[in-house]
């Protein structure tokens, strides 16, 4: 479909590529594109230019350099952000994907109840991050569903201020986000799961392989273009992440639950740390850029196949 | 074909049970009234129950006015986004525009940035603009950030469109203008629903872009107003309780009613 017709001379292509195209239509392209490039690129650019001077909103930014930079460097909170930002990528991707897999395994099937499982592990997934940080909120409080839990298991001693606590209150947070997504990782999987070719494991399993030969060995591999997405879409949410610990913990207690995100917002939004803050945000895009490379790789090439 | 074993059901519904337990209780809490609570505890079966949570919530709370406004928000950006959307993905996926995999891939770039990298230099735009604080802002910052995704989309379902179609419209001598109004985007159509149901969630439930162009609260939208609520029941669990189950309500409605879209909304975005 994209291939040229014949071998054009380069100068008349974009000549009568222009010709080609009705006007109408590049009206149709560069009305959207400009506001994408208002709104998202234009912003984006100034973030950079940011970062390298120091200004709370009011007069003129003053320009330092790598300034701010140096500051991060040395700056206890932007560590224990980035500590906590690596323990969630790995604790909420890894959670949600095992827990996620393993559900998708056992209800990729027809049968009674199948629907209301998946009906009922998926729906926390529609809720906003806010609001599942709030009904949290209402499960950790100090009569909450998890301390009544705990007490009438006996396991009282394991009652704790799941949020005001600095060594839980991060995994308090990641539980909950870790619920909300679990769904999400399951519907992708069950997906793939459909694109794994029965056949074969039933030969395998003729051939004696047990469950979970054929599950690592056969099933495994064809959910290679899902385990891809999986992991760029993990990734790239886990570092965007700042609703479910803005509204459960606000990053306290003593900062110990914030994440990039949100440290980037406590500075450049309620302490006004404009450059500091845009260093901050350029620190998670320099992050983020590598994924976001390839599962745009990935994309291209889906695009080329399809 | 493969075997049915009788622990399935047995590990499935205590697990699911599991799963749906913060759900009801949460709901259970919103129903009690404030008394019964204090005199009684959190986590003590219902013996009463009443609206009063509700009625807070929405009134005094001002969770009643932050609706409205996600109402006003969400409609109008999904509606615009996605006509922008989708006059960009048919340029791009039926006409021949130079470099047309670049300008696409860059849109959806777009999409993919850490919105982190955005906030400052977008709350100081719509300052100079003069629309810093207004619902307009949010909608507009909505429809400039979810655009690539969704012209991306889009596009892939596009370009899939047999070419016959078109050959036909054009000998019969239509433009360009009324290929897409009569024939793209009835065929579109749904892919244009799983984006609808995709793109109404994230928009009603954005929190970060509400906090960076808002700053009053009855300009706030529901998950902005929810955070202030909380901060102004302390412990007055029925309110905080009540004010989340209004703000999960749409959401959960449109996911019932269009579990099909939505899910392979979601998978389109897997797929992206």
New interface residues.
């Given amino acids: 479909?994209?291939a040229p017709a014949t071998a054009e001379r380069p100068t008349s292509?974009?000549a009568r590529?222009?010709r080609?195209?009705?006007w109408?239509?590049?009206v149709?392209?560069l009305?959207?594109?400009a506001?994408?490039a208002?709104?998202?690129?234009?912003?984006?650019m100034?973030?950079f230019s940011?970062s390298f001077t120091r200004w709370n909103?009011v007069g003129a930014a003053e320009p330092v350099g790598l300034g701010n930079y140096q500051d991060l460097m040395s700056d206890p909170t932007f560590q224990t952000a980035l500590r906590n930002n690596v323990i969630w990528v790995i604790g909420f991707g890894g959670l949600s994907v095992v827990i996620g897999l393993a559900l998708a395994v056992?209800?990729n099937?027809p049968?009674r109840?199948i629907g209301?499982?998946r009906?009922?592990?998926y729906?926390?997934m529609?809720?906003?991050?806010?609001?599942t940080g709030?009904?949290?909120?209402?499960?950790y409080?100090p009569?909450?569903?998890v301390?009544?839990s705990l007490d009438s298991l006996g396991l009282g001693a394991l009652e704790r201020q799941w949020l005001a606590d600095p060594d839980v209150a991060l995994y308090a947070v990641l539980v909950a986000a870790v619920?909300r997504q679990v769904g999400?990782i399951m519907?992708?999987y069950l997906?793939g799961l459909k694109g794994v070719d029965?056949a074969l494991e039933e030969a395998a399993a003729m051939d004696g392989a047990n469950r979970w030969q054929r599950f690592t060995r056969i099933v495994m591999p064809q959910l290679r273009s899902?385990n891809a997405?999986?992991f760029a879409?993990t990734v790239?949410d886990s570092?965007?992440t700042?609703?479910i610990v803005?509204?459960m913990t606000r990053g306290g207690p003593y900062n110990s639950t914030h994440l990039?995100?949100t440290y980037?917002?406590e500075q450049?939004?309620t302490l006004v740390n404009?450059g500091y803050?845009?260093a901050?945000?350029?620190v998670?895009?320099a992050l983020?850029i590598v994924f976001?490379i390839s599962?745009?790789v990935r994309?291209?090439r889906?695009?080329d196949a399809? | 074909?493969?075997q049915?074993s009788p622990w399935?059901?047995a590990?499935?519904i205590p697990f699911?049970l599991l799963?749906?337990?913060?759900?009801v209780?949460?709901l259970i809490?919103a129903l009690r009234p404030f008394s019964d609570i204090v005199a009684r505890?959190?986590?003590a079966l219902p013996t009463t129950l009443s609206w009063e949570g509700f009625e807070t919530a929405l009134t005094t709370g001002g969770i009643g006015g932050a609706l409205r406004n996600s109402a006003i928000v969400t409609v109008v950006a999904v509606v615009l986004s996605l006509f922008?959307?989708s006059?960009?993905a048919?340029?791009?996926s039926r006409?021949?525009?130079?470099g047309r995999?670049v300008?696409?891939?860059l849109?959806?770039?777009?999409?993919?940035?850490?919105?982190?990298?955005?906030?400052?230099?977008?709350?100081?735009?719509t300052e100079a603009l003069g629309i810093y604080d207004t619902l307009f802002a949010l909608i507009?910052?909505q429809?400039?950030?979810g655009?690539?995704f969704y012209?991306?989309v889009l596009h892939?379902f596009m370009?899939?469109l047999p070419n016959e179609v078109f050959e036909a419209a054009r000998i019969d001598g239509a433009?360009?203008?009324r290929i897409?109004a009569l024939i793209v985007l009835p065929l579109a159509r749904p892919s244009l629903a799983a984006l609808t149901a995709l793109a109404t969630?994230w928009i009603?439930?954005?929190?970060?872009w509400a906090?960076?162009v808002l700053r009053t609260e009855d300009n706030f939208p529901i998950?902005?107003a929810?955070?202030n609520l909380?901060g102004g029941f302390v412990s007055q669990?029925n309110v905080?309780?009540a004010?989340?189950v209004i703000?999960?309500i749409p959401?959960?409605v449109?996911?019932f009613i269009f579990?099909k879209q939505?899910?392979s909304g979601?998978?389109v975005g897997?797929?992206?």
Avoid: C
């Fill in positions: 479909m994209t292509r974009w590529a222009f080609r195209v009705p109408v239509v590049w149709f392209l009305v959207p594109l506001v994408e208002f709104w998202v690129f234009w912003p984006a100034n973030s940011l909103g056992l209800l099937r049968g109840g209301l499982y009906a009922a592990i729906l926390p529609v809720f906003s991050l806010a609001v709030l009904f949290w909120r209402v499960l409080s009569d909450g569903l301390n009544f619920w999400y519907v992708l997906a029965p899902v997405v999986v879409v790239i570092l965007r700042f609703d803005w509204a990039l995100s980037m917002f450049g939004f404009l803050g845009s901050i945000a350029v998670i895009f983020a976001i599962y745009l994309s291209i889906q695009e399809s | 074909m493969r049915r399935f059901h590990l499935m699911t799963w749906v337990a913060p759900m209780f949460v809490v505890g959190l986590s922008l959307a006059l960009a048919y340029a791009l006409f021949r525009i130079p995999t300008i696409l891939l849109m959806l770039a777009g999409n993919l940035l850490p919105p982190q990298i955005l906030l400052i230099p977008v709350a100081k735009i507009i910052v429809v400039g950030f655009l690539g012209t991306f892939g370009r899939a433009g360009p203008v897409y969630t009603f439930n954005d929190l970060i906090m960076t998950t902005a929810l955070l909380q669990w905080v309780a004010g989340a703000a999960a959401t959960a449109v996911f579990q939505f899910v979601l998978l897997a797929n992206k």
